[in-house]
């Protein structure tokens, strides 16, 4: 299907009434920053405003998010894996403004974990990273995500993945909790292991994440809590694998290990062009994110240095004023996650950790 291309049938006129509203308030606000804004031209309303996908989203489910929520930096979501290809004159834009120059005639690259042995304990005498994670996100083929799931199919789902992960072995072997009924016991114990997940996010409250909760969702983690899935967060499966310290090699093994076991029941959404296909166009491409907790004192009086470094290696750094004044713990994570491989993601993780630790020691 080309893009702008959306299946026959009108678009209701109380929606057409609630786009040109939103459009209007967005332009409206001097506050709003956001890419929704930047590329979201007349024009291309006209154009887009009255298309569907084969799911029946129309483009109000795209960018309702950036009209109730106008603080918001991107401002689209896609209710659909259809939706990048229906909607691609305002996504394309967006993507390649989010994702640095990734254009609309590039390609992912074809998954490549590459040699997993590359990978190193950061941190072997535990001096600076508190935990590491690296985490992906997947959409299940032939589903929509959230905002145009309905409720049968949120519980089929379910039932799928439920079923999926209670097959996995080895240190994999653990067991799902759905949120539905949950007893007390268990919700207080997931949530003092920082696994369990609410309905409370206002910015994807907007986009209609929490359709139906919590119906749907639910948690699965193995025995030694080092692997996790959450199921119908944000996108249909976010998949985790972490534990205290920094030994990024051991970390990326057990995710690619526990991926590769759940891709042989499971078959995931994806495009020669953007790769895996998700919820927000932030995490396409390998959907993942690598990521370390790490104490960094006295770079922490020295950010420029480290932003600098941050620069050089495509990092992102998260870390608020408190954590910082308290000894400076930062959440630093490769950057890019489209037009690249899963290895070379990681990758970026690595090296730039390795450099800052170097510079660290030498202040």
């Excluded at 994999?172 to 409370?200: Q, S």
């Excluded at 996108?235 to 759940?262: E, P, T």
Aim: aromatic content about 10%.
């Amino acid at each position: 299907m080309c893009p702008g291309k959306g299946i026959s049938g009108k678009v209701d006129k109380e929606i057409i009434k609630k786009l040109e509203e939103g459009y209007r308030k967005v332009h409206d606000s001097r506050h709003c920053k956001s890419l929704l804004k930047k590329y979201l031209t007349e024009s291309t309303f006209d154009k887009l405003k009255k298309l569907k996908t084969k799911y029946g989203s129309t483009l109000w489910e795209v960018i309702q998010s950036g009209v109730m929520d106008l603080d918001s930096s991107v401002g689209v979501y896609a209710p659909d894996p259809d939706a990048y290809i229906i909607f691609a004159d305002l996504f394309d834009p967006i993507i390649s403004d989010y994702h640095e120059g990734f254009k609309k005639t590039d390609n992912q690259p074809e998954k490549d974990f590459g040699d997993l042995n590359k990978f190193i304990d950061l941190d072997p005498r535990g001096e600076f990273i508190v935990s590491t994670r690296v985490r992906c996100a997947r959409s299940i083929e032939t589903y929509p995500f959230n905002p145009s799931l309905t409720e049968p199919e949120y519980l089929r789902m379910e039932n799928d993945v439920s079923y999926t992960l209670q097959t996995l072995t080895g240190e994999y072997k653990g067991k799902y909790y759905p949120l539905v009924n949950m007893k007390t016991t268990i919700r207080k114990k997931l949530a003092e292991d920082h696994f369990l997940f609410k309905e409370e996010d206002r910015l994807l409250k907007a986009p209609s994440t929490y359709r139906f909760w919590p119906i749907g969702r639910g948690i699965f983690h193995n025995t030694d809590k080092t692997f996790l899935v959450w199921c119908n967060e944000e996108d249909h499966l976010r998949i985790i694998s972490m534990q205290m310290g920094g030994n990024l090699g051991a970390v990326y093994k057990r995710l690619v290990g526990g991926l590769i076991g759940i891709e042989r029941k499971l078959s995931f959404s994806k495009s020669p062009h953007l790769g895996y296909l998700t919820f927000s166009p932030t995490n396409l491409g390998t959907a993942l994110r690598a990521s370390v907790h790490i104490k960094l004192p006295k770079l922490t009086n020295n950010l420029p240095m480290m932003e600098k470094i941050i620069q050089e290696y495509n990092l992102q750094l998260r870390g608020n004023r408190e954590e910082s004044v308290k000894g400076g713990i930062y959440d630093i994570s490769n950057k890019r996650r489209l037009g690249l491989t899963e290895f070379q993601a990681v990758m970026d993780l690595q090296v730039g950790v390795i450099e800052l630790i170097k510079l660290e020691r030498s202040l």
